[in-house]
T-cell receptor
């Protein structure tokens, strides 16, 4: 299966703490993306990192990509209750024509 | 702002009915996608389209068909609804090219009784 695997499946932290989610995949990729989904809503694109990049930042988000280990991590710093959501990685398989989504990590930030 | 609109948030239909799910985007995007989302399985691609009147099968096309007569509209059709098609259906669009960031609608939660 090409599906990405995310770890942990669920994460519960206190407001102000950092949250780290991981994504692993099995094939060569062109890019990897992270999305957020609030309960009952559609997915929202957060950040894209290309296969030749190692790290990318966007506000409180930091994404790393290790193509040798076929893994990526999403770090949310100084978390807020509003960050409570499901987070999905998605990647474009090299020479592929679609995105493959992971099963997601459910993040709960307690205030 | 970017907008993908799905015609219904909630829909209840009966087994054997023909069901139409509609999706409209206002971003002049070439690519449109239909996914279903089930607990523990993530998003699975049903069909996608890279141009008007063009369609390609995704990972789980069985029991579904699609129509794209206009660039902004992509319809998902359940030819004869079955209970195992009860799910959340998400439509998305993206600009031209493979692996572009996708913009999603809020989903249609479909129940087949």
């Amino acid at each position: 299966s090409q599906q990405g695997e995310e770890d942990p499946q669920a994460l519960s932290i206190q407001e102000g703490e950092n949250a780290t989610m991981n994504c692993s995949y099995k094939t060569s990729i062109n890019n990897l993306q992270w999305y957020r989904q609030n309960s009952g809503r559609g997915l929202v694109h957060l950040i894209l990192i290309r296969s030749n990049e190692r790290e990318k930042h966007s506000g409180r988000l930091r994404v790393t990509l290790d193509t040798s280990k076929k893994s990526s991590s999403l770090l949310i710093t100084a978390s807020r209750a509003a960050d409570t959501a499901s987070y999905f990685c998605a990647f474009r398989v090299e020479y592929g024509n679609k995105l493959v989504f992971g099963a997601g990590t459910i993040l709960r930030v307690k205030s | 702002d970017v907008k993908v609109t799905q015609s219904s948030r909630y829909l209840v239909k009966r087994t054997g009915e023909k069901v139409f799910l509609e999706c409209v985007q206002d971003m002049d995007h070439e690519n449109m996608f239909w996914y279903r989302q089930d607990p523990g399985l993530g998003l699975r691609l049903i069909y996608f389209s890279y141009d008007v009147k063009m369609k390609e099968k995704g990972d789980i096309p069985e029991g579904y068909s699609v129509s794209r007569e206009k660039k902004e509209r992509f319809s998902l059709i359940l030819e004869s609804a079955s209970t195992n098609q009860t799910s959340m259906y998400l439509c998305a669009s993206s600009s031209q090219g493979y692996g572009q960031p996708q913009h999603f609608g809020d989903g249609t939660r479909l129940s087949i009784l």
